[in-house]
């Protein structure tokens, strides 16, 4: 579809496009018009390299506890290194990386977790380990394709070229919906590492660096500006087009929109939990409801007014971890509504189970278990993977 | 010494045609410029229909504003109902002041070329502010455009105060916006101090009063919508065509650049460098250029500067929100909400005209949109004094 000019009414061409502004009367083009002047002529513009800033990274730590809470011993130099190598501490013997920080898994591992469904995408990097992500834009997002992200490597353009080619080729998706994207992600973009010294149960156990991106790095709607902590449950934003999400570990809890595919994991221990609605209570927009819109907007099949018809906040999700004792609860699931909304819960023998703010819904889910949130016209599936 | 720059929307252009685009100029002050000290001429609306509540606030305010003055600072009075008259040539702060009676028709005529008889017999000095305050309910025979804005060329600027509760602040805004000064609502005696006290602090940050540059615009170039920030029209609806043309800007003041927008049409651009305005102010300059290229895929490549296309949205929306064109405004701070999603300040931008955008009381329109400007980091503000 052209765009035209809504002062003067001019049908935009490739001249006014050159010169960032409507030739018949002069109004300034927003970056936006940019951006969808670009597709429409096909341009794919690289988005233009910046020196990027030295980042001040945390580096590392100077000493680290042990994690064993009756030992507690702050360990520093070859003390340190040796309990983060996993020969133990030396005062008590704990060992760290057996008992409290899982290992970093290799790709292969991680894939087989996700979904035992999905063929496995060939990430195209050879770093020792690597982190998988969801593509929740694009034609990928329907196929809940996933890339493998590197450990501690600088990525950008490039490596998401090679990445989203070669998820596209894998899926029979249309690669070229991915170039307006691509070309606005930097040449070196982020760094994602996996923070060796958090502990079991960290909401947010990596390191996630913009390395001074043009086009900037976001997490949820924060733009991220220099070095902050990222997890599951979160949705990372490349350049504003590219919405990814780490998938879930094995035992973990992934919510997905049935109609786009866009799938997040539920933060195990983040006491919000997921909000299905626009709105978080804190008033901020939900990162996954924008990657919904987005989603549902580049579909023509797709009607985004639907989804928007569920109110701003409507029902949240949060993934009860339970408690490791041998008397304490067992994982759980609830679903709440708020007040004056409803939804129903479809199990998987078709039983509906209605829910509204006097009835919430407690459930345990069992591995490979899934269950199907509707509310309106949108349905969501829930899966412990 | 204070730094100036011009710029185009974008720096490439397709040589070898017609370019419409959109430029600024941007005036930092010098870090170390100080204020300079005041002269104050107080015009005062002394006629029949200021009898009772408005010539008490005369008054009080002549009085008030005496006892602000320090001892660097000087006052003159000018009073005028059908004519004018100078009631008080410069008096400091311990010096009597007559009393005053009000009677007679209203004749801002009169009035302005009395100011500007008395601005024509002192001498001047380059190294004082001038600033003229003008007082009236705003019901009068009008003043020509001509005269008002002949103030500014003894480097002076007018500020019109609306007193009284049936204050017509139109023409005393129209009057403000001539002689580049600022419109304040001040019904009652209380607000007229509130208003002096603000515009005090503002004089007190005056590191150039009522400055002139100069643009010399290239043969087959017109600039035309020559505007501040703040909607203030520098050349009242006119264009500037090729040769010199002298513009006066409201006050330089710290903590604060000046920014002039305008839209640029230029017949012909050439391959190569091409300059189509160049700019002067006191001793420093600069270029408005633009490099022809005939490579398409560099000139879409080539950055737009953002701040431009901000400061022309911005000058614009504040322009239709003064003359009460909502649908124009609504319109362009929808834009500047879109450019928001990229330049965080944009958003801001917007945020502070809605503000004004439901206001029903013209005088505090047109006092709120009078006190816009661009703090030294590019950030559209309102001056809180």
């Given at each position: 579809?052209?765009?035209?000019?809504?002062?003067?009414?001019?049908i935009?061409?490739?001249?006014?496009?050159?010169?960032?502004a409507?030739q018949?009367?002069?109004?300034?083009?927003?970056p936006?018009?940019?951006?969808?002047l670009?597709?429409?002529?096909?341009?794919v513009?690289?988005?233009p390299?910046?020196?990027?800033?030295?980042?001040?990274?945390?580096?590392?730590?100077?000493?680290?506890?042990?994690?064993?809470?009756?030992?507690?011993?702050?360990?520093m130099?070859?003390?340190?290194?040796?309990?983060?190598?996993?020969?133990?501490c030396?005062?008590?013997?704990h060992?760290k990386?057996?008992?409290?920080?899982?290992?970093?898994?290799?790709?292969?591992?991680?894939?087989?977790?996700?979904?035992?469904?999905q063929?496995?995408v060939?990430?195209?990097v050879?770093?020792?380990?690597?982190?998988?992500?969801y593509?929740?834009?694009?034609?990928?997002?329907?196929?809940?394709a996933?890339?493998?992200?590197?450990?501690?490597?600088?990525?950008?353009?490039?490596?998401?070229?090679?990445?989203?080619q070669?998820?596209?080729?894998?899926?029979?998706?249309?690669?070229?919906?991915?170039?307006?994207a691509?070309?606005n992600?930097s040449?070196?973009?982020?760094?994602?590492?996996?923070?060796?010294?958090?502990?079991?149960?960290?909401?947010?156990p990596?390191?996630l660096?913009d390395?001074?991106?043009?086009n900037?790095t976001?997490?949820?709607?924060?733009?991220?500006?220099g070095?902050?902590?990222?997890?599951?449950g979160?949705m990372?934003?490349?350049?504003?087009?590219?919405h990814?999400?780490?998938?879930?570990?094995s035992?973990?809890?992934?919510?997905?929109?049935?109609?786009?595919?866009?799938?997040?994991?539920?933060?195990?221990?983040?006491?919000?939990?997921?909000?299905?609605?626009?709105l978080?209570?804190?008033?901020?927009h939900?990162?996954?409801a924008?990657?919904?819109?987005g989603a549902?907007?580049?579909?023509?099949?797709?009607?985004?007014d639907?989804?928007?018809?569920?109110?701003?906040?409507?029902?949240?999700?949060?993934?009860?971890?339970?408690?490791?004792?041998?008397?304490?609860?067992?994982?759980s699931?609830?679903?709440t509504?708020?007040?004056?909304?409803d939804?129903?819960?479809l199990?998987?023998?078709?039983?509906a189970r209605?829910?509204?703010?006097?009835n919430?819904?407690?459930?345990?889910l069992?591995?490979?278990?899934i269950?199907?949130?509707?509310?309106?016209?949108?349905?969501f599936?829930?899966?412990?993977? | 010494?204070?730094?100036?720059?011009?710029?185009?929307?974008?720096?490439?252009?397709?040589?070898?045609?017609k370019?419409?685009?959109n430029?600024?100029?941007?005036?930092?002050p010098?870090?170390?410029?100080?204020?300079?000290?005041?002269d104050?001429v107080?015009?005062?609306?002394?006629?029949?229909?200021m009898q009772?509540?408005?010539?008490?606030?005369?008054?009080?305010?002549?009085?008030?504003?005496?006892?602000?003055?320090?001892?660097?600072?000087?006052l003159?009075?000018?009073?005028?109902n059908?004519?004018?008259?100078?009631h008080?040539?410069?008096?400091?702060?311990?010096?009597?002041?007559?009393?005053?009676?009000?009677?007679?028709g209203?004749n801002?005529?009169?009035?302005?070329?009395?100011?500007?008889?008395f601005l024509?017999s002192?001498?001047?000095?380059s190294?004082?502010?001038?600033?003229?305050?003008?007082?009236?309910?705003?019901h009068?025979?009008?003043?020509?455009?001509?005269?008002?804005?002949?103030i500014?060329?003894f480097?002076?600027?007018m500020?019109?105060?609306?007193?009284?509760?049936?204050?017509n602040?139109d023409?005393?805004?129209?009057?403000?916006?001539l002689?580049?000064?600022?419109?304040?609502?001040?019904?009652?005696?209380?607000?007229?101090?509130?208003?002096?006290?603000?515009?005090?602090?503002f004089g007190?940050?005056?590191?150039?009063s009522?400055p002139v540059?100069?643009?010399?615009?290239?043969?087959?170039?017109?600039?035309?919508?020559?505007?501040?920030?703040?909607?203030?029209?520098?050349?009242?609806?006119?264009?500037?065509t090729?040769?010199?043309?002298?513009?006066?800007?409201?006050?330089?003041t710290?903590?604060?650049?000046?920014?002039v927008?305008?839209?640029?049409?230029?017949?012909?651009?050439s391959?190569?460098?091409?300059?189509?305005?160049?700019?002067?102010?006191?001793?420093?300059s600069?270029?408005?250029?633009?490099e022809?290229?005939s490579?398409?895929?560099?000139?879409?490549?080539?950055?737009?500067?953002?701040?431009?296309?901000i400061?022309?949205?911005?000058?614009?929306?504040t322009?239709?929100?003064?003359?009460?064109?909502?649908?124009?405004?609504?319109?362009?701070?929808?834009?500047?909400?879109?450019?928001?999603?990229?330049?965080?300040?944009?958003?801001?931008?917007?945020?502070?005209?809605?503000t004004?955008?439901?206001?029903?009381?013209?005088?505090t329109?047109?006092?709120?949109?009078?006190?816009?400007?661009?703090?030294?980091?590019g950030?559209?503000?309102?001056?809180?004094?």
């Amino acid at each position: 579809m052209s765009l035209d000019c809504i002062d003067c009414g001019k049908i935009f061409d490739e001249g006014d496009l050159a010169a960032g502004a409507c030739q018949g009367c002069g109004e300034p083009f927003t970056p936006d018009t940019v951006i969808q002047l670009n597709a429409q002529f096909g341009h794919v513009v690289e988005a233009p390299e910046v020196i990027a800033p030295v980042v001040q990274t945390e580096g590392p730590p100077q000493e680290i506890e042990c994690a064993n809470p009756d030992c507690a011993m702050p360990l520093m130099g070859d003390d340190m290194a040796a309990y983060q190598n996993g020969l133990g501490c030396p005062y008590c013997g704990h060992n760290k990386q057996a008992q409290s920080v899982p290992k970093p898994p290799q790709s292969q591992q991680v894939s087989q977790n996700v979904s035992q469904s999905q063929p496995p995408v060939t990430p195209p990097v050879s770093s020792a380990y690597t982190w998988p992500f969801y593509v929740n834009s694009g034609p990928l997002a329907k196929h809940k394709a996933v890339i493998h992200l590197p450990n501690a490597e600088i990525i950008g353009r490039k490596f998401f070229t090679e990445a989203l080619q070669a998820a596209c080729q894998s899926h029979g998706a249309d690669f070229t919906a991915y170039h307006k994207a691509l070309g606005n992600i930097s040449r070196e973009h982020i760094v994602l590492e996996f923070d060796v010294t958090c502990l079991m149960g960290d909401p947010t156990p990596f390191f996630l660096m913009d390395q001074g991106s043009t086009n900037l790095t976001h997490v949820n709607r924060d733009e991220v500006s220099g070095t902050v902590r990222f997890g599951e449950g979160q949705m990372l934003v490349l350049a504003q087009e590219l919405h990814l999400s780490m998938a879930p570990t094995s035992g973990g809890i992934e919510i997905s929109h049935v109609d786009t595919g866009v799938s997040v994991a539920l933060n195990l221990t983040a006491p919000e939990g997921l909000h299905l609605g626009r709105l978080q209570r804190n008033g901020q927009h939900e990162a996954f409801a924008k990657a919904v819109l987005g989603a549902m907007d580049a579909d023509s099949t797709l009607d985004s007014d639907e989804y928007r018809r569920i109110s701003r906040r409507h029902a949240h999700v949060i993934h009860h971890p339970g408690s490791t004792s041998t008397t304490g609860d067992p994982p759980s699931l609830s679903v709440t509504c708020e007040s004056g909304k409803d939804a129903t819960v479809l199990f998987q023998n078709a039983t509906a189970r209605p829910v509204d703010e006097q009835n919430p819904f407690n459930y345990s889910l069992t591995q490979g278990e899934i269950l199907t949130l509707v509310i309106g016209k949108q349905q969501f599936t829930i899966t412990c993977v | 010494m204070p730094t100036m720059t011009a710029a185009l929307q974008k720096g490439k252009a397709q040589a070898n045609a017609k370019l419409i685009s959109n430029g600024m100029i941007e005036i930092t002050p010098d870090k170390n410029a100080t204020a300079l000290p005041l002269d104050i001429v107080m015009v005062l609306d002394v006629s029949g229909s200021m009898q009772g509540e408005g010539i008490q606030v005369v008054i009080d305010s002549v009085l008030h504003l005496q006892s602000m003055l320090s001892s660097n600072d000087r006052l003159a009075i000018i009073t005028f109902n059908s004519s004018a008259n100078v009631h008080s040539s410069w008096v400091g702060a311990s010096d009597t002041i007559a009393g005053m009676q009000a009677s007679g028709g209203t004749n801002f005529g009169a009035a302005i070329n009395k100011l500007l008889d008395f601005l024509g017999s002192d001498a001047g000095d380059s190294g004082r502010a001038g600033i003229a305050l003008f007082m009236s309910d705003g019901h009068a025979q009008k003043a020509s455009d001509a005269d008002v804005q002949q103030i500014t060329s003894f480097g002076y600027t007018m500020h019109c105060i609306g007193v009284t509760g049936g204050v017509n602040p139109d023409e005393l805004e129209h009057m403000a916006e001539l002689a580049r000064g600022r419109y304040f609502s001040a019904p009652s005696f209380s607000d007229v101090k509130d208003k002096f006290t603000k515009l005090f602090n503002f004089g007190k940050t005056v590191w150039y009063s009522a400055p002139v540059i100069t643009v010399d615009v290239s043969s087959g170039v017109t600039l035309s919508e020559v505007m501040e920030v703040n909607g203030l029209d520098l050349c009242n609806g006119q264009s500037l065509t090729a040769g010199q043309h002298a513009l006066t800007l409201a006050n330089f003041t710290q903590g604060m650049i000046s920014q002039v927008s305008f839209k640029v049409e230029a017949d012909h651009i050439s391959l190569g460098p091409n300059t189509l305005a160049k700019v002067t102010f006191d001793s420093i300059s600069a270029d408005l250029n633009v490099e022809g290229c005939s490579d398409t895929t560099e000139i879409l490549g080539a950055p737009i500067n953002n701040a431009v296309t901000i400061s022309r949205t911005t000058a614009k929306a504040t322009k239709a929100i003064k003359t009460g064109d909502t649908a124009v405004a609504t319109r362009l701070l929808t834009k500047l909400d879109t450019i928001g999603n990229t330049v965080a300040s944009a958003g801001e931008t917007s945020t502070i005209l809605k503000t004004i955008v439901g206001e029903t009381n013209k005088g505090t329109i047109h006092e709120t949109i009078g006190s816009i400007a661009v703090d030294t980091t590019g950030k559209t503000v309102t001056r809180k004094n």
